[in-house]
Nanobody, 124 residues
Framework: QVQLVESGGGLVQAGGSLRLSCAAS????????MGWFRQAPGKERNFVAS????????DYADSVKGRFTISRDNAKNTVYLQMNSLKPEDTAVYYC?????????????????WGQGTQVTVAS
């Protein structure tokens, strides 16, 4: 049974930083691309970042480029999202997801496995 468990969310002031973690189990983690998505209240779930199985390739939504960094530790079966210079518009539930393949993906339908989400709130 695949499990993805996010942690690290919380309340932060604008301009601050948070680091999200996602611990994976029940899958061959090092062979899966991983992604982060977010969903704000009343809005659809949107792509944030993705990382290939090896960690060599990463992709970001334009809205977070230069502020967020996705990384992974295959020895720990964990993927991270370092979020700096946070803005109120970054407020959302952040979801970790495991892709069908090894390479970065932008579309949520390419990710069959999802975590339960962690709330990030950025106060102005």
């Amino acid at each position: 049974q695949v499990q993805l468990v996010e942690s690290g969310g919380g309340l932060v002031q604008a301009g601050g930083s948070l680091r999200l973690s996602c611990a994976a189990s029940g899958l061959a983690f090092s062979t899966y691309a991983m992604g982060w998505f977010r969903q704000a209240p009343g809005k659809e779930r949107n792509f944030v970042a993705s990382i290939s199985w090896s960690g060599r390739t990463t992709d970001y939504a334009d809205s977070v480029k230069g502020r967020f960094t996705i990384s992974r530790d295959n020895a720990k079966n964990t993927v991270y999202l370092q979020m700096n210079s946070l803005k109120p518009e970054d407020t959302a539930v952040y979801y970790c997801a495991a892709s069908r393949g090894r390479y970065t993906q932008f579309d949520s339908y390419e990710y069959p496995y999802w975590g339960q989400g962690t709330q990030v709130t950025v106060a102005s």
